[in-house]
């Protein structure tokens, strides 16, 4: 039985991630050695006995989370002798997508997803931009509460950043924007525009450090632009489903363009996923630290089976099924 890869996103990190792959695996301890080289700092330090607020911090989440899932897949490559027939990441995620893909190298990824950290914080000056999750809301009804919230309050912007599942949909841009839509929301406003009416809408603003994936990372996605033009790409061997626009690709340049683009763009999950099922990937192994992308493949399509990579016993499990 074959198996698609797909990698986490920010708030997958906590500390310890990855250390039983670094103490059982020489391939895990090699890739955490790497990744240190190419930063000049202890990744090894900073993912195994980090404090929460240090790897809360952008710019070391970012190569953390990237460094450990690749790690992850590299164990399974090598040790357990599984290649995935596609793969998907979730916004840092799909870094690691390209890693797996050969499209360009572990660390020129690593390099670069410090260096995306680093630009993504510095976009937005600190008070000017939120996040807030919207529960019970699905794609039309979250796209619709952005329009309006900009139209009503006079603030922009405000935009999708994350289609995580019908139900748990993020929004992301102008504070003023998303204070004024938390002291006015009202279920009824959906009916008003010929939409239903969500059953149990819910508005839980997030304690980010910036409003990822909206109009306002356009810096920063500038920023990275330059920064991924000067690093070699390489078509993928394998399909990458993208967030931006949840696709398969396997072009270099097409690949780069849209990671590029995902900066401030939506990260299509959701869509990406179905996608996958419908060209026949529905067999997953979540590789790197926490279960956050089990959870929401569940609630996407339950015909979908995930297997997390957390300890040992998870990798056994992976053994025993591709039997």
């Given amino acids: 039985m074959s198996f698609s890869f797909i990698y986490p996103g920010q708030g997958s990190q906590a500390p310890g991630m990855g250390k039983f792959l670094f103490d059982e695996f020489q391939v895990a301890r090699t890739t955490y050695e790497e990744a240190s080289d190419a930063l000049s700092i202890d990744l090894k330090k900073l ?3 980090g404090t929460e607020q240090e790897l809360a911090l952008t710019e070391n989440t970012q190569p953390a989370l990237l460094t450990t899932s690749v790690a992850t897949a590299r164990v399974l490559n090598t040790t357990f002798g599984i290649k995935p027939t596609a793969t998907a990441g979730h916004s840092i995620g799909e870094y690691s997508s390209f890693v797996e893909g050969g499209v360009f190298k572990f660390a020129d990824a690593v390099r670069a997803v410090r260096s995306r950290g680093q630009y993504m914080q510095s976009a937005v000056p600190v008070g000017e931009g939120g996040m807030t999750a919207t ?14 919230t900009e139209e009503q309050s006079g603030f922009k912007p405000v935009n999708p950043a994350n289609f995580n599942c019908d139900g ?10 998303l204070n004024w839509l938390k002291d006015n929301f009202k279920s009824e406003i959906f009916t008003q525009n010929g939409l239903p009416e969500p059953r149990r809408a819910k508005l839980i603003p997030l304690a980010v450090s910036a409003p990822f994936h909206c109009d306002l990372m356009k810096p920063a996605e500038e920023k990275m632009r330059a920064f991924l033009n000067a690093i070699e790409f390489k078509n993928s061997s394998l399909p990458i489903f993208q967030n931006f626009h949840a696709k398969a690709e396997t072009d270099a340049a097409v690949l780069k363009e849209n990671l590029i683009k995902q900066v401030s763009g939506s990260v299509k999950w959701t869509q990406s996923m179905l996608a996958m099922k419908q060209a026949g990937h529905k067999r997953f192994i979540e590789c790197g630290h926490g ?4 959870g929401l493949l569940k609630k996407i399509d339950a015909e979908f089976e995930v297997f997390s990579t957390q300890n040992l016993d998870d990798l056994k499990l992976i053994e025993a099924a591709q039997k």
């Fill in 135 to 148: 529960l019970g809301l699905d794609e039309a009804q979250a796209m619709f509460l952005c329009k309006w």
């Fill in 291 to 294: 279960t956050v992308l089990k």
């Fill in 168 to 177: 748990q949909i993020v929004i992301s841009g102008s504070l003023k924007a």
């Fill in 47 to 49: 993912c195994f006995s």
